[in-house]
């Protein structure tokens, strides 16, 4: 079975720094893999969703890589803001629309 | 597009009594799940349809729970009867055919 693992669980940056979210998976077999952006007593939001034949996307401030070789994904943000503040997650779809996700990171952005 | 429904927004029930929670795909979608996210447990795929057939109900917890899509545009999820460790909040999306799935804004459930 699918494994997602995200790490750090929880993240704390002053505003305007640079940050680099993990995400890591057990089978390379996806079909593609999803961010999300979760806010606390909201429903998900998706950010990124990178197929499995590329590398990156890219939406404004925000840059996701997938390196489906080696079962790891990174989500960029530049220039964080107290509005980036929620919590992050990511998803793997394999075959059947079958997303599996990950447990989040917590990122609290200080202004 | 008004994007996925789903109602109601928080729900308080009694254990054993029945629970039915609702959703409306995005229009023109094909596809549409149900998830479950616990602190525990993060979040889990229960069920998924496609074109209004159930495809794949094995995250499906028990017999107390079931699911239908009567139309395109309308699904339930029903726990009967309702246990306090049903207490969760149960996400409902929708997607047209394998792209990107869009989150409604859930339904948090409690079970006392």
């Known amino acids: 079975k699918q494994e997602v693992t995200q790490i750090p669980a929880a993240l704390s940056v002053p505003e305007g720094e640079n940050l680099v979210l993990n995400c890591s998976f057990t089978d390379s077999a996806i079909y593609n893999l999803q961010w999300f952006r979760q806010d606390p007593g909201k429903g998900l939001t998706s950010l990124l969703l990178?197929?499995?034949?590329?590398r990156e996307q890219t939406s404004g401030r925000l840059n996701a890589s997938l390196d489906k070789s080696s079962g790891r994904s990174t989500l960029y943000i530049a220039a964080s803001q107290p509005g980036d503040s929620a919590t992050y997650l990511c998803?793997?779809?394999?075959?059947?629309?079958?997303?599996?996700f990950g447990t989040g990171t917590r990122l609290t952005v200080i202004p | 597009d008004a994007g996925v429904i789903q109602s109601p927004r928080h729900e308080v029930t009694e254990m054993g009594q029945e629970v039915t929670l609702r959703c409306k795909p995005i229009?023109?979608?094909?596809?549409l799940f149900w998830y479950r996210q616990t602190m525990m447990r993060g979040l889990e795929l229960l069920i998924y349809?496609?074109?209004?057939?159930?495809?794949?109900d094995s995250g499906m917890p028990e017999d107390r729970f079931s699911a239908k899509m009567p139309n395109a545009s309308f699904s339930t999820l029903k726990i009967q009867p309702s246990e306090p460790r049903d207490s969760a909040v149960y996400f409902c999306?929708?997607?047209?055919?394998?792209?990107?799935?869009?989150f409604g804004p859930g339904t948090r459930l409690t079970v006392l």
């Open positions: 990178i197929q499995s034949s590329q």
């Open positions: 999306a929708s997607s047209l055919s394998l792209d990107e799935q869009f």
């Open positions: 349809f496609n074109n209004n057939v159930p495809i794949d």
């Open positions: 998803a793997v779809e394999t075959g059947a629309n079958n997303l599996f």
């Open positions: 229009s023109g979608h094909n596809s």
